[in-house]
């Protein structure tokens, strides 16, 4: 969820303020008694078996605007909500604040923050291009030093298509149009149930579908471009926009919407659209 070519530094700095702060508390991360056959030990999860939005792991974010997206965050359930063992962000085709749709975003910045370790979720993701869903993490630091130079771990987006995914780098000389990305595909469509994982440890970051490796950068990789900018805690970000300058490099529509196509502009005008995640859990090596 990156800035795009098109979008100021300045306009990232009002996410700063609205997400992170720099030296905030951070909850206490109890650790659990799962531990993996390779010597990890989940230190924090949220399985979404509540009926709302546990605020000890998660804020609720609504002002966001950035990247051209079409979206006006809300703290609605109809855009963000638990039930049934999953968080739902859903899209609508809703006139708000100006913005024609809404949709829902949820942070861990000054809650649940980790240096280092393992990210993944679960996550079933809609289809229809445009539609722009991301499980993603930003550092701590952000409202002190701004984007890029806090670092962003992109762990999966998705612009609406259903058989790939991509993921990222972002950081000081390796910003937008970032030359450290990749496009995977997953075994079946993004629609079904898929487990989305990154391994950042100090020399490298690994990105992985379903268990598969699918991507390393070293350390070395990122230092060509610029600093590396992954020792320090980072939050989770999991939103849902709709729209904006990453959809439309790739889906080239301009019209009715910025990124969005008219079939995906009917698609939610039929029938709001859903970001389902079963789990978010966070290892570390012990």
Known sequence: MAIRPGTTVGAWALVAGLTACAGAP????REEAVRTKDGWVRVWGDEFNGTAVDASNWIITTNVHV???????TTSPDNVSVGGGTLKLTARLQSNNGYPFTSGRVESAGKREFRHGRVEARIKLPVGPGLWPAFWMLGSDI???GWPACGELDIMENVGF???????????GYSGDTPINGRFNPSTPVSEWH???VDASPTDIRWYIDG???KTTTRADVEQHGAWAFDKPLFIILNFAVGGSYPSGVNGAKEPYFG???ATADLLRQAPQTMEVDWVRVSQRR
């Not at 951070?26 to 991360?29: E, G, H, S």
């Not at 990247?67 to 965050?73: G, L």
């Open 162 to 172: 259903g058989d790939w995914v991509s993921v990222a780098l972002h950081g000081p």
């Open 212 to 214: 598969a490796l699918v």
């Open 67 to 73: 990247n051209d997206e079409q979206q006006q965050y």
């Open 26 to 29: 951070v909850a206490p991360q």
């Open 195 to 197: 487990e989305y994982r």
């Open 260 to 262: 969005v196509p008219q």
């Open 143 to 145: 409202a002190k030093t």
